[in-house]
């Protein structure tokens, strides 16, 4: 049985949307199987494209594939939790972004910086997603760490690690997590939308 057989996926749009959008999800189960550089640029190649306040792009990535140093150094960053199943992905990716911009020679406050490289997760996911492959961003980290052992220049905040791979069998993951391998809903429209104001 394949976690793909196992999975049901629920979500309904009320809405017309790409089949995209309700079928890519956040699991935590991986194979072992590897990705190559090359697959892994492809999704930055992605996100390189997402829309940006006067084109600023203030994300930044950094990488490791399982195996190598760099990978480490993102595990040790980890809190245990996220540590037990996302060690197994095939890559980690630290997202973060440059808060300041230069104007005039001078460095001033980047408002939009983290609105943007969101975008720029996003593009990356749904290119993961397109390319069979899942990816799930992960807000359980220590900073400090991460921060240290990638040399996060200054200026920059951390926002996410996102575990790459392909999606295993769910009986891999502990049983606690079986549970929770599946797409989950959200809220409806009208919670979170509303003509000439805010809900």
Not at 42 to 71: C, H, I, K, T, V
Request: aromatic fraction near 10%.
């Amino acid at each position: 049985m394949t976690a793909h057989t196992a999975i049901k996926n629920t979500r309904k749009a009320d809405h017309a949307i790409h089949a995209q959008f309700t079928s890519r999800f956040s699991p935590r189960g991986f194979t072992e199987k590897t990705l190559t550089e090359a697959q892994l640029l492809s999704l930055f190649e992605a996100a390189r494209w997402a829309p940006s306040a006067s084109n600023n792009q203030p994300w930044r990535f950094a990488y490791g594939l399982r195996g190598d140093a760099a990978f480490g150094k993102i595990v040790e960053g980890l809190v245990p939790f996220n540590r037990t199943w996302a060690e197994k992905a095939a890559a980690l990716v630290v997202v973060a972004s440059r808060g300041t911009v230069e104007k005039d020679g001078v460095e001033t406050p980047n408002a939009w910086a983290q609105f943007d490289a969101g975008t720029a997760w996003g593009y990356f996911a749904l290119q993961a997603h397109h390319a069979g492959l899942v990816a799930h961003a992960m807000g359980g980290f220590d900073a400090g760490i991460l921060a240290k052992n990638l040399k996060l220049p200054e200026g920059y905040m951390l926002h996410a690690v996102v575990a790459v791979g392909e999606h295993g069998d769910i009986d891999n993951l502990p049983e606690a997590l079986q549970a929770r391998e599946a797409p989950n809903d959200r809220l409806p429209l009208a919670k979170t939308v509303a003509h000439g104001g805010f809900v």
